[in-house]
């Protein structure tokens, strides 16, 4: 049994199936082509078919027809909107339909056909179809609804064929029998009459499908059960209804002919697409009854203006009595009515008008943000709504802004305001022009013809007893510079704007920023009392300004201000501006000499240049060219020597006014000026407390360096342990405590030994402090008769360079070398023994020290481990050197 079953729900998916595929096929076809057969002569407001949209463009909400003979609703009924005649036996036209959210865009076809009906001819070979007599058939049976009876109601017999042999029983099933409504029909046992015991309404039950059975006495069924259907035919007994018992619709009155209004709809229970349900809407009464604006379409419901008489100024709400009828609208069809209230929307189609075309206002001259006038208007739009509410504009008569109009929303009146202060003196009176319109822009058609509404304001301006006017504020004179003590000149002038005088006004100062003037309380003229300086002014420019204040007999006043044009004299000479330059021998060549004159540019450039000291030797050292109008270039000849020079230069403006001045010139040997620092120079230098301290400090530790080299001598001659030219400490003075270049000076100042062989024939070496970067550095200066100052070199690099020993004998230092060599040769070979045997031998704490820089100078004398040994064994030291010392003991030992 259940494999019996497995084919039903195939077949039923397959069905599913075939009913999807046939949907998706209209779908997809729906948009394509429909064709109407219609009579060849169609009347205006005529259904010709219905095109199913929704399946074309669900979401469309624009329906255009391509033909004005023809109207496309919006459920897709197609009505005539004139009388059609089919000249031929086609016609087409294209239904557009729209959606603006999407921009999405469909067409249908309509095709129109009317085709005439042939009868075509049966020929005469074919043959001909006849029914035959069946056996147990079920025979048409129908009832009418509402029936008066009599009844039992016969409605027709039933017979089977097998009666012709046996006794046959007759018996039936179903609705109206056995099953709601129950008893409803029977039918007789042995005749199989049957009949209905009451009426029917079929808008409950349409058709009821009864089953008759014909069995014999004995029971067997004689033949197969026998579906008899009774179908109710249906009785026009149902009015048509109205879906709302009141429709509400709005409508703008700037609407054109044609527009729709809105649909109403009618529904009727008895049956589909007979004469019963076939509705027409008609309008019975219109209130107010004239003129006739609106008409509806009689088979879709669909209401539309057809007059241009709406307008809400004159009538805002409409009231239309709805009439539907069936039997298509004829006088025996049922009808019922409902009621339609069309309120029509107001539109910006009345322009707003000034209720009088001049009006008149007064205000006080300097009064400002003052109210001075409120203008009324009328307009017939809708109160509150911006087609109602008015814009005002002042279209002329305020090209100074002294005016300024608003709405008041409210009232919706033109409040106009003062701004800004009127001059009674000036105009007595201002004529404007006020123009007015809507928040909401007009209707197209009334735009057209219609402007903007304007009135004339005039504006009279009453006066005021005024102060002084201090006018313009800003007032000039010109008094040239230097002028004498009391010079006087016109000075500052308000007057009264009501006379336009300047009697009786009082002057007095405010502001003076040098106090330099003095102004006259009864005229304002102004007298110099001290000396003007253009050149003092602050910040320079040509004008110095004073604040005046005026004042008139009842005390009002106003403030001015008087600027005062010194006119420049050229009492400034140039002025150069280098003091002190250094020019880099060989790299630079010359220096650049520039001056600037406080004076004005008549009285000063181009400048000129000169040397002031014109003696041959100035003139042979130095040379002076113009670069520009406020420049010239020194130019220092090849042999001149590195030194400082004092060059005098005179520069003179083009009025012959001339200044001179020295400029230190310090030629250096260097590569940037960077390099170089100003040479101390003893003369004109005033020295303070603290510099006069340094040399104090200075003198004491130059007599401690003395008197210590003076104890090393006479204990070096105690000793006899070196020779006695090497007896005598030696001063080593280092401002660095960097590892350099060891040197050691002999008594008589010349070099006897350096490591890189540099600067021969000079006591020290100049390369050792400029590898330092610029430290001051001496190594080992003999004392006695040299001092720090004396071996300065150049721009503060402390080198030996100046301390030339042209006296010095060459042959005493290498007499002095030979002995230093011939005492310690043997001990350093001693101790080289003594440390080869000991190599554990613990080191000397005072054999190797490292120092760091640590600034120029010292108030403390020399410090070392031997300074102080005056015993014969003050080289003991050297028994207690570690491994360190052996690569160079070797080293001396082999020379």
């Not at 609705?175 to 046992?189: A, C, S, W, Y």
């Not at 190599?839 to 100078?857: A, F």
């Not at 050197?881 to 030992?893: N, Q, S, Y």
Request: some cysteine; overall charge negative.
């Amino acid at each position: 049994m259940a494999a019996a079953e497995r084919p039903i729900p195939l077949r039923g998916a397959l069905s599913g199936l075939l009913l999807t595929l046939v949907v998706f096929s209209f779908a997809c076809e729906a948009c394509k082509k429909v064709t109407f057969n219609i009579p060849s002569k169609l009347e205006a407001d005529k259904i010709v078919g219905r095109v199913n949209l929704k399946e074309c463009l669900r979401s469309a909400d624009l329906i255009r027809s391509g033909d004005p003979d023809f109207r496309v609703l919006d459920d897709g009924s197609v009505y005539t909107t004139s009388t059609v005649v089919l000249s031929d036996e086609k016609r087409s036209f294209t239904i557009w339909l729209s959606d603006s959210r999407t921009q999405a865009q469909k067409e249908i076809k309509v095709l129109l056909e009317h085709q005439k009906k042939v009868l075509r001819k049966r020929h005469a070979k074919e043959d001909v179809l006849r029914r035959s007599k069946r056996r147990w058939a079920p025979i048409p049976c129908s009832m009418q609804e509402n029936s008066l009876g009599p009844f039992p109601l016969f409605l027709q017999q039933v017979q089977s064929d097998a009666a012709q042999n046996y006794t046959i029983f007759y018996s039936i099933s179903g609705h109206g029998v056995d099953q709601e409504p129950l008893n409803l029909f029977f039918i007789e046992r042995d005749t199989g009459n049957l009949y209905c015991t009451r009426p029917v309404d079929r808008e409950e039950y349409e058709v009821f499908d009864l089953i008759a059975y014909a069995s014999t006495a004995d029971g067997y069924s004689a033949d197969m059960p026998l579906p008899l259907p009774i179908r109710v035919e249906d009785e026009n007994d149902n009015h048509p209804i109205f879906t709302e018992a009141i429709y509400n619709f709005e409508v703008p009155e700037s609407s054109r002919l044609g527009t729709t209004v809105g649909v109403v709809c009618a529904t009727d229970k008895d049956e589909p697409d007979t004469m019963h349900t076939r509705l027409k809407y008609t309008i019975l009464e219109q209130t107010p009854k004239s003129p006739g604006i609106f008409s509806v379409h009689p088979t879709t419901g669909v209401i539309t203006t057809v007059a241009h008489y709406l307008d809400r100024e004159t009538v805002d709400k409409y009231s239309l009595i709805m009439k539907v009828q069936d039997m298509d609208g004829q006088l025996f069809g049922l009808m019922s009515t409902s009621t339609c209230i069309i309120t029509v929307k107001d539109s910006n189609d009345n322009a707003p008008t000034f209720k009088q075309n001049t009006y008149e206002a007064s205000v006080e001259e300097n009064s400002y943000n003052v109210e001075i006038l409120r203008i009324s208007i009328e307009d017939k739009d809708l109160i509150n709504t911006a087609n109602w509410r008015a814009n005002f504009t002042i279209l002329k008569g305020n090209e100074n802004g002294h005016f300024k109009i608003s709405t008041d929303k409210e009232t919706n009146e033109g409040v106009l305001y003062v701004v800004k202060p009127l001059n009674y003196e000036e105009n007595h009176q201002v004529t404007l022009e006020i123009g007015v319109s809507n928040e909401a822009p007009f209707t197209r058609d009334f735009a057209l013809r219609t402007t903007m509404n304007r009135a004339l304001v005039t504006v009279h301006v009453r006066d005021q007893d005024e102060g002084p006017e201090c006018s313009p504020a800003a007032q000039y004179v010109r008094i040239q510079e230097h002028s004498a003590v009391g010079s006087k000149v016109n000075g500052y002038k308000a007057y009264d704007p009501e006379t336009r005088s300047a009697s009786g006004i009082r002057y007095k100062k405010l502001h003076d920023p040098k106090g330099w003037i003095t102004i006259d309380e009864i005229s304002g003229s102004i007298t110099t009392s001290k000396i003007l300086d253009r050149e003092a002014m602050t910040p320079r420019n040509d004008l110095y300004n004073i604040t005046v204040l005026a004042i008139d007999q009842d005390g009002r006043s106003c403030t001015g201000t008087l600027a005062v044009n010194i006119e420049d004299m050229n009492d400034n000479p140039p002025e150069i501006l280098q003091s002190y330059v250094t020019i880099c021998k060989p790299k630079m060549r010359y220096t650049d000499i520039s001056a600037v004159d406080p004076d004005e540019p008549i009285h000063g450039p181009p400048f000129y240049f000169s040397l002031a000291d014109t003696s041959p030797e100035m003139n042979r050292m130095w040379t002076l060219t113009k670069v520009n109008d406020t420049a010239a270039r020194l130019s220092y000849q090849k042999n001149a020597e590195f030194q400082e020079y004092s060059v005098p230069i005179t520069v003179k403006d083009r009025e012959g006014q001339s200044a001179t001045k020295t400029v230190r010139v310090n030629l250096c040997d260097c590569t940037h000026p960077s390099q170089c620092l100003p040479t101390r120079r003893s003369a004109g230098v005033i020295l303070g407390k603290w510099a006069i301290l340094a040399i104090l400090l200075g003198i004491a530790l130059l007599f401690s360096v003395l008197l210590t080299l003076v104890c090393g001598v006479f204990g070096a001659k105690k000793r006899k342990g070196f020779p006695e030219d090497l007896a005598q400490q030696n001063l080593i003075i280092s401002n660095t405590e960097a590892p350099g270049d060891d040197k050691v000076c002999s008594a008589n100042g010349f070099m006897t030994q350096t490591v890189n062989n540099s600067g021969q024939g000079f006591c020290g070496t100049m390369g050792s402090g400029m590898k330092n970067g610029g430290q001051e550095t001496i190594e080992m200066v003999k004392g006695g008769h040299q001092t720090l100052e004396s071996c300065r070199g150049t721009g503060h690099h402390h080198t030996l360079d100046s301390c030339r020993g042209g006296h010095v004998e060459t042959d005493n230092c290498r007499h002095a070398y030979s002995e230093w060599h011939n005492f310690t040769q043997p001990r350093l070979g001693e101790k080289l023994h003594l440390c080869n045997q000991n190599e554990n031998h613990v080191p000397s704490q005072d054999y190797v020290l490292t120092y760091n820089y640590e600034g120029k100078g010292s108030p403390a004398g020399s410090v070392g481990c031997c300074s102080e040994k005056q015993e014969e064994d003050g080289l003991d030291f050297l028994n207690n050197l570690g491994a360190k010392f052996t690569t160079l003991a070797e080293t001396c030992a082999k020379r």
